[in-house]
């Protein structure tokens, strides 16, 4: 079956310092991955997405992933937190080029001053 | 532009009872879905529509829920005798053209339905 799962459901870092929120995906063939983030109280938001293009995928807000064929992983990462960082994260990966989409579980980030 | 709507945002019903739910798509989308999301999980697909047509219905749960897109823009989320267990935040998202790997999904804030 086709599904994607975050390794963490919960990671606290410290203003500053760097983010790794960490997803693999299930290996049926090239897959679209998606992060999405989710803040208290607002609606999903597209952070970046891979369409097998380049590996290194940059998005929105210094996040970046990079799309490991080998690992099947899209983690994701910034260089340095800000507490307007904290949220849900959610990994996304959709097999159809359209059509629904799978989520991960979600990872919250927290982040402390 | 305006972005993806949803009304009610809160909605408080009884078992047993029906309820509505309303998603405005983007203008120009023509693809429409319906997710549905759980204390602590993710979102689940239910529904997609490609126009006015469900394109894929396979996450619809059971018979109890429906979705209508009559004139391919606005959508309809029907959910009849409702459960304790519907209790979720239901998601409407849009997207252009619903195909194509440069497709992206835009979600709205979600309903939050309640069944006491």
């Known amino acids: 079956a086709q599904s994607v799962t975050q390794l963490d459901s919960h990671v606290s870092v410290s203003e500053g310092t760097p983010v790794l929120l960490r997803c693999n995906y299930s290996s049926s063939y090239s897959p679209s991955l998606f992060w999405y983030v989710q803040h208290p109280n607002k609606g999903l938001q597209l952070l970046l997405k891979?369409?097998?293009?380049?590996?290194l995928v940059k998005g929105i807000n210094g996040f970046e992933a990079e799309f490991k064929k080998s690992e099947t992983s899209f983690h994701l990462t910034k260089p340095s937190a800000h507490m307007s960082d904290a949220a849900e994260y959610f990994c996304?990966?959709?097999?159809?080029?359209?059509?629904?989409?799978?989520f991960g579980q979600g990872t919250e980030l927290s982040v402390k001053p | 532009g305006a972005g993806v709507s949803q009304t009610p945002s809160n909605k408080v019903t009884e078992k047993g009872k029906y309820v509505e739910l309303r998603c405005d798509p983007i203008s120009g989308h023509t693809a429409l879905y319906w997710y549905r999301q759980s204390l602590g999980q993710g979102p689940e697909f239910l529904i997609y529509f490609q126009g006015t047509g469900a394109a894929d219905d396979s996450g619809l749960p059971n018979d109890r829920f429906f979705a209508v897109r009559p004139e391919g823009s606005v959508s309809t989320l029907k959910i009849q005798r409702t459960e304790r267990g519907d209790s979720a935040v239901y998601l409407c998202?849009?997207?252009?053209?619903?195909?194509?790997?440069?497709?992206?999904?835009?979600f709205g804030p979600g309903t939050r339905l309640t069944v006491l």
């Open positions: 891979y369409t097998s293009a380049a590996t």
């Open positions: 996304v990966v959709t097999y159809n080029q359209g059509g629904k989409l799978i």
């Open positions: 998202a849009s997207s252009l053209t619903g195909t194509g790997i440069t497709d992206t999904q835009y």
